[in-house]
């Protein structure tokens, strides 16, 4: 399992591996008592690709200072509560790093207990998935509460829920699937919509690499393969473009780039943008870095940018679409967390950064302070440190911005007291429209999602990555992707047991039944479903006749060794996708359909 | 949508670049740090990306403790001066000199406080630069691991591990008064397998010392040093010895022990790393010569 011996004949397909795994940011909830540094020492040990000296170091140190009698200590590789104890050196936040042959890990670790909120909002704010530790002895407690409320404010879409120190309650299912429960009934109120589970045993290994052979009950992956598979592309927000405007390059007078990081969405040359908060508008005449000019460019890459015209745009501008513009505003709510030891008060002027650019800022009102433990409002009229509370802002210059839920970069700020300079508070901004529109209980109108028809033989695998669809948009899809929970799938066989069942194996019979499924995914498309319709539509004429009543996105599933002379199927000519399995993973191709679809969005 | 995705080390590439904007954005006087190690390498790659096709925003400085591997030196005057052009600016404590500072008379610890920590704040107030670019790694050693992006360091170029700034999303606070400065960052969450496999993947050239060769050595306590030039003093009947040897990191070169080693391409050294059996710094003395010693010299402002 450990890839670390690497000898010199493979060390090309290393490299090449390692250059392509892609980047996961990785927070960790839990105390030492939880198990936590003993799980990350563990998941090091086993599965990591680091450096050999840090195993002879842990054989040494195990030796000296280990818990285990001599034996390797795995919590010693990262404890760095041990570190604070006996050193005497402080830790808020700590990043550590590994990598396995498909992801890259960066972890952030906040062990604080006095600090405890501060800290863990700060590792919180960058992470993609969070680690949930939990002791199986003692369940669900407040602390797992705050963690996940916390990971949940920040925007964290996934979790994986460790419950921790299995063999100290013989490995019972039971036990298993009471704390689930219990944290599943709490989970429902957050919006960490991808929740997975797993039962282990850190200090053993069981669950964390290898699958436990004393808990057969269990199938639903080890945490190692979670922490590879979860599927978290998707979570990037591609349909609106932001460029933030961070420093302008003029190193002659012929060439002007804006430079940046795309905070959403992607670019290409020719593409019409308005620059804010100017108005003024132009097209991307370039896209260029150091590697030469691109064809086109997304998040979160750092380019330059050129415009077709001669307007004028400095750092704290913003190049948005013409025809995908952010909010500006200058009053607007958000949850702020304060992280000042003194406390704040209303009216008083703060510096605020937004994205690359600072001005001045009050908060003028304190709608509630959210009390973590209880998740219960309190009224308050000062802020104090630690405090999460959502308050109304007025700034001095309206921001390009949209909701932290839509967009990390573009909705996120940070207050900065003047005088001291100190970063006193954090904030997320709120979609006040959209929490209208929730509340009011309307569905979003007018949103139209196309409709996607996966044609193809039967036991071409139709279903399985309609389903695999389905369960990535309605469970893990984050907040900002309207589409969530409004994913319904429309299976051949199901249609056939329901509305067609009068209609035969016949042409005619195939035909009415397809011609059927094509005006209720209409139907539901109306209703602001994403459709996906799982049926073999075998005919190009019928299909021509389904393109007629609903317009869909033809996706052809391909497999070979599935043709039957007494079910013909004629291959799509044109499909606007084709998923072939010959050729793909299961996995694989679930992850390409559900990126063509967002793509699509 | 498959090609819609940036591999991990693009994704470090693109936040070191954003990194350095915002310190050239941001600051009035920035200068970048470089030690023309790896780290430096791959630092000043990802600055000329940052900056492309202008010039770079600041200069660079180099810290001289006159014990550098004189192949350093000829790297950094060949590489950075000749080829590049850069405007690079080198300090070197002239107080220590003048009083013959050395390593092997003052010890380690001494040493590198008056000629490289001294002189480090020497040229920051000489020169006034309010942001120093270094690149270090939060990978390298547990007190980096804690450090902030944008490091905050007080009139007296300290720095307080307990009142740090928070640091959220890519929202660094980089205000500082008159007389206080910021170092930065920009290779935090790289680690060393990282760095090597960027400078593999863009072909970045590095000091010929990180590949094998054979060089003279002598065994001091556990560590081979490379007799570098003749102010190494010998023990009666010392006498080097040639050996394939490459070092993982460089600094002084009386204070850096090499390795022995046959990996003379970058695939081999990252094949080595992948196997070997000694940390990155554990060959640099100056680590462990007191108790948690680096946490104290970065208090004190080493970098």
């Not at chain 1, 979790?159 to 009471?178: C, G, H, Q, W």
């Not at chain 1, 260029?288 to 380019?303: I, K, N, Y």
Request: glycine share 6%.
């Amino acid at each position: 399992m450990r890839p670390s011996l690497v000898t010199k004949g493979d060390i090309h397909t290393f490299l090449k591996e390692y250059d392509s795994a892609g980047l996961v940011r990785l927070l960790t909830c839990g105390s030492v008592d939880d198990g936590k540094s003993t799980l990350i020492g563990r998941l090091f040990l086993d599965a990591a690709v680091l450096p050999g000296d840090t195993l002879a170091a842990l054989e040494e140190d195990s030796k000296h200072h280990g818990t285990q009698n001599g034996a390797l200590d795995p919590a010693l590789l990262t404890d760095g509560l041990k570190a604070e104890r006996e050193q005497g050196i402080t830790i808020d936040v700590a990043y550590r790093f590994f990598s396995t042959r498909e992801r890259s890990f960066i972890i952030a670790d906040a062990p604080g207990h006095e600090q405890y909120t501060r800290n863990m909002v700060t590792a919180a704010s960058t992470a993609d998935m969070a680690i949930i530790l939990l002791d199986a002895r003692h369940g669900v407690r407040e602390q797992s509460k705050r963690h996940a409320f916390i990971a949940s404010l920040l925007g964290i879409k996934h979790a994986i829920v460790v419950i921790n120190k299995m063999d100290l309650v013989e490995f019972s299912e039971d036990v298993y699937r009471k704390i689930k429960a219990d944290f599943l009934a709490f989970a429902g109120r957050l919006e960490i919509t991808d929740l997975h589970f797993v039962p282990l045993s850190a200090l053993l290994g069981d669950n964390v690499v290898e699958q436990s052979a004393e808990m057969p009950w269990y199938s639903g992956g080890t945490l190692l393969h979670l922490l590879n598979t979860v599927h978290i592309a998707s979570d990037r927000n591609m349909i609106d473009f932001r460029f933030p405007v961070q420093y302008v390059n003029r190193p002659n007078p012929s060439y002007r780039g804006y430079c940046g990081t795309i905070a959403s969405g992607s670019v290409r040359p020719g593409d019409a943008v308005v620059v804010l908060p100017s108005h003024q508008v132009t097209r991307i005449s370039a896209v260029d870095t150091f590697d030469g000019e691109l064809d086109r460019a997304f998040t979160p890459m750092s380019v330059a940018l050129r415009l077709e015209d001669n307007v004028d745009v400095s750092r704290g501008d913003m190049i948005v679409p013409v025809n995908n513009v952010p909010e500006q505003r200058t009053d607007f709510d958000a949850m702020i967390v304060s992280m000042h030891a003194g406390s704040m008060n209303l009216g008083q002027e703060y510096l605020i950064k937004h994205t690359t650019k600072t001005t001045t800022a009050r908060i003028q009102g304190i709608r509630y302070v959210m009390d973590i433990n209880t998740l219960s409002r309190q009224d308050r009229s000062e802020l104090r440190c630690n405090d999460i509370a959502r308050c109304a802002l007025s700034v001095a210059e309206p921001l390009a911005s949209d909701s932290y839920a839509r967009n990390r970069t573009t909705g996120s700020f940070i207050l900065i007291d003047p005088h001291t300079n100190h970063t006193v508070a954090v904030g997320m901004i709120l979609d006040r429209k959209a929490e209208e529109v929730l509340e009011s209980g309307e569905s979003s109108s007018g949103v139209h999602f196309p409709i996607l028809w996966l044609t193809g033989n039967t036991g071409a695998g139709k279903s399985t990555l309609a389903e695999a669809a389905e369960r990535h948009f309605n469970r893990s899809s984050p907040a900002w992707n309207a589409a969530a929970r409004r994913v319904i799938v429309l299976d051949g066989d199901e249609m056939r047991e329901t509305v067609s069942t009068e209609d035969d194996l016949s042409p005619e019979g195939r035909r009415k039944h397809n011609i059927r499924v094509a005006r209720l995914a209409k139907l539901m498309q109306s209703k602001g479903f994403l459709v996906i319709v799982s049926v073999i539509a075998p005919y190009d004429t019928v299909r021509k006749e389904i393109s007629e009543i609903c317009d869909p996105l033809w996706v052809y599933v391909k497999r070979s060794g599935r043709e039957a002379h007494d079910r013909p199927y004629e291959v799509p000519q044109n499909p606007d996708y084709i998923i072939d399995h010959d050729k793909l993973d299961p996995n694989t191709a679930a992850h390409a359909l559900i990126d063509f679809i967002v793509s699509r969005l | 949508m498959a090609g819609y995705t940036l591999t991990h080390l693009r994704q470090l590439e693109a936040e070191s670049i954003f990194i350095f904007r915002e310190v050239a954005a941001e600051f009035a006087k920035p200068v970048m740090l470089y030690s023309i190690g790896k780290d430096s390498s791959v630092l000043l790659h990802l600055a000329r990306k940052a900056f492309h096709p202008g010039k770079l925003p600041f200069p660079l400085m180099h810290i001289d403790t006159t014990y550098k591997f004189r192949e350093m030196i000829a790297f950094r005057d060949r590489y950075v001066r000749d080829e590049l052009g850069l405007d690079l600016i080198v300090h070197t404590n002239q107080e220590g000199v003048a009083k013959g500072i050395n390593p092997f008379d003052h010890g380690s610890a001494r040493y590198t406080d008056i000629m490289k920590t001294d002189a480090l704040k020497q040229a920051l107030a000489k020169h006034e630069f309010d942001a120093a670019i270094g690149g270090a790694r939060r990978d390298e050693e547990k007190s980096r691991a804690k450090e902030r992006v944008f490091s905050f360091r007080n009139n007296k170029q300290k720095w307080d591990p307990k009142s740090q700034r928070p640091e959220l999303w890519s929202l660094f606070n980089a205000r500082v008064n008159k007389g206080e400065s910021m170092r930065v960052f920009p290779l935090s969450n790289w680690t060393e397998i990282d760095v090597w496999a960027y400078i593999e993947l863009e072909k970045i050239p590095v000091v010929p010392l990180y590949f094998a060769k054979k060089r003279p050595v002598v065994r001091r306590g556990g560590t081979l040093i490379m007799v570098d030039d003749h102010r190494l003093p010998l023990e009666p009947r010392e006498v080097p010895a040639q050996k394939m040897v490459r070092f993982r990191t460089l600094g002084c070169y009386p204070l850096t022990g090499a390795v022995e080693s046959s990996a003379t391409t970058v695939p081999e050294i990252i094949s080595e790393l992948l196997s070997s059996d000694s940390s990155e710094r554990k060959d640099r003395l100056i680590d462990s010569d007191q108790p948690a010693s680096m946490e104290e010299k970065k208090k004190a402002g080493y970098f």
